[in-house]
């Protein structure tokens, strides 16, 4: 039987914890991490800031793709 794999988690101490075997790896950082390192905050992923900033632009595209321009009203 193959030995577990383990957390990537690296600070002063490395996580012995674990892979969670379904949602364990981070989409941005293709690393393998235990439950309590596995999203991008709790690992401190080095590709966050981008994921946080395509968030921002898709939203900002979708917002100003659902703008609605008043019609001006003639004057009576």
Do not use: W, Y
């Not at 900002?60 to 793709?65: I, V």
């Amino acid at each position: 039987m193959a030995a577990k794999k383990r957390c990537q988690f690296q600070s002063e101490t490395q996580c012995n914890s674990a892979v969670v075997r379904i949602v364990g790896q981070c989409p941005h950082c293709r690393a393998e991490f235990c439950g309590a390192h596995r999203l991008p905050e709790h690992h401190a992923c080095n590709n966050l800031e981008d994921c946080r900033q395509q968030a921002f632009d898709r939203n900002k595209a979708k917002l100003e793709s659902e703008r609605t321009v008043a019609s001006k009203m003639g004057v009576a």
